[in-house]
């Protein structure tokens, strides 16, 4: 297997999650507007530093409102992570190793940025029903890619990829609720601050997981469920533990005598993550944990390039 089929399948995959989770965001935020008393809160700027690319937002924008927050995430094309970039650039790596996907896995990316690229030839500001749209493409387009092609290392690399995607996006929206959300401490555990934190769940797609095993909103469980829950296959711990299997089994198919940097590096932080609990975390500083959490998976992002995308692979 060559490196630039690795690493275009990885980017692919990494690409369509960030599309997905895009989406996610923004139809989570237009729904919240409509539950939250009036100018309580702007989640539109705390959008924004959920990418981390603020300084760039503040250079083509001025100001920190609804439609160009929903443009400059949504359609912007100078913009390279926004959602339709990230589809142009899924499709283009897909093209470029279309021979070693299935065909439906290629047809359903094809349809996705089409879908997406025509909404934004419109030059209509996009409702919260089109972002579940989205969300639905996206849903499918997973389906596909783990029902229609072999679990081989192909598969392993596109599910590292989306996993590392996943968990980086899962930290970030729980990152911008800690600082950004919450306009007075003396609302904490009120009405408002539930509502809060019921959008970051719905966010995720957990709003019913968690439910089901807390039944009322407390931060302390809300966070844990996000970072540490092992069953539910959106929270950090879950994506970490699934990266890292993939990670060992494509190392198994290279045939390597010693763990790589990568492989190193992702089961170091799983092994942080399974050793740490949710009360070590809120006293410690939330943010300086995902601070930290954020790093470590560019890091292994970095080593993966090293190990695998530098060289031939043999398999």
Known sequence: ???????????????????????????????????????????????????????????????FDRPSVIHFLAFDD??????????????????????????????????????????????VEPTAEFFDQVRQ???????????????????????????????????????????NLLPRVDDVGTAIDDIQWSALLLAISGFEAYRREHHLIDIEKVVDFFIFNRRFPRSILSCVAGAD???????????????RSAKQASLGLRHRLANTNVKEVLAGGMHQFIDTLQVELNDIGEALNQDYFQVTLNA
């Open 245 to 259: 299997w993939s990670l060992s089994q494509i190392e198994d198919a290279c045939s390597s005598a010693q763990p």
């Open 78 to 123: 100078r913009y390279p992570n926004s959602m339709l970039s990230s589809l142009r650039y899924a499709r283009e790596n897909a093209r470029g190793v279309r021979e070693t996907l299935s065909s439906e896995t290629f047809e359903q990316i094809n349809n996705f940025y089409h879908f997406v690229n025509d909404a934004a030839l419109q030059k």
């Open 137 to 179: 493409q996206a849903l499918l387009w997973n389906g596909i890619l783990d029902g229609t092609m072999s679990h081989d290392m192909r598969w392993h690399f596109a599910n590292f990829g989306r996993l590392i995607e996943r968990a980086d996006k899962t930290s970030r929206i729980l990152d911008v609720k800690y600082f």
């Open 1 to 63: 297997m060559l490196a630039r089929v690795a690493e275009s399948i990885y980017w692919m995959s990494r690409q369509m999650e960030r599309a997905e989770n895009l989406s996610r965001f923004l139809e989570v935020t237009l729904n919240f507007i409509l539950d939250q008393p009036e100018n309580l809160v702007d989640p539109w700027e705390p959008l924004i530093q959920v990418t981390g690319d603020t300084q760039w937002y503040s250079e083509h924008y001025s100001r």
